[in-house]
Each structure stands twice: as structure tokens, then as C-alpha cells.
Nanobody, 125 residues
Framework: QLQLVESGGGLVQPGGSLRLSCAAS????????VGWFRQAPGKEREGVSA????????NYADSVKGRFTLSRDNAKNTVYLQMNSLKPEDTAVYYC??????????????????WGQGTQVTVSS
């Protein structure tokens, strides 16, 4: 029903920036909330940010507020996560996920049945 592909990860120095993209295919995209989640080695997966189906509402984890910005372009079926002032603790595999049954931007991963393959973000000097 929905396929997601992340891109934009890489190696960046502390204080640097990256922009992750999540491109979707499928007719349910425009009615779906989209979330970004991350998982570092040895740690549980955590919610980073989510955006409503229209893009009017966003939600951020406290750890990224003021540094990350989430947006979406429904004409391009793409969501963008702009990450600024990156810290070593942001290092993780980042996944985007879609909830086709709700447009509400929650950070609970259990609400998202469709997932991408992930992209590695490494923040290191």
C-alpha cells in the first residue's frame, strides 16, 4: 500500500547539518501522518519528529526541539527532516514511517505500520 525510501544520511561534524528525505509511493500518502524515528546501537528506538497529513501540525522530541525541522511536500510525495546543530548523540539509523489510518503526528512508533529501510547518520569529528 505504501513504500517509503529514506535518503540524505551521512557523516557530519558536530555542529553541522543534514537534510533527510523520505519519498513515498502509494495512494494513501496524502492522508497519512509521517514520523521520523531513530535507533542507536544498544538503545531503543525513539521518536524524533512527526508531521500531520496536511503538514499543518508537527511534533518534536524534546531532544531535538529548536534544532530539527520537519516539513512535507505532498505534490512530491516527500517529507524532509532538516537537522541543524547536530550532536554526537544524534548518531543513529533514522527511519521514516507512515500511519495511513491517521493524520495525527504522534511519536509512538506502534502507530506506524509502514516503514522505510533506514539511513545512517553519524555525527563525529
Amino acid at each position: 500500500q505504501l513504500q517509503l525510501v529514506e535518503s540524505g544520511g551521512g557523516l557530519v561534524q558536530p555542529g553541522g547539518s543534514l537534510r533527510l528525505s523520505c519519498a513515498a509511493s502509494g495512494s494513501l500518502w496524502k492522508s497519512s501522518a509521517v514520523g521520523w524515528f531513530r535507533q542507536a546501537p544498544g538503545k531503543e528506538r525513539e521518536g524524533v519528529s512527526a508531521i500531520s497529513h496536511s503538514g499543518a501540525a508537527t511534533n518534536y522530541a524534546d531532544s531535538v526541539k529548536g534544532r530539527f525541522t520537519l516539513s512535507r511536500d505532498n505534490a512530491k510525495n516527500t517529507v524532509y527532516l532538516q537537522m541543524n546543530s547536530l550532536k554526537p548523540e544524534d548518531t543513529a539509523v533514522y527511519y521514516c514511517a507512515a500511519n495511513v489510518e491517521s493524520g495525527i503526528p504522534v511519536l509512538n512508533s506502534n502507530e506506524y505500520p509502514f516503514w522505510g529501510q533506514g539511513t545512517q547518520v553519524t555525527v563525529s569529528s
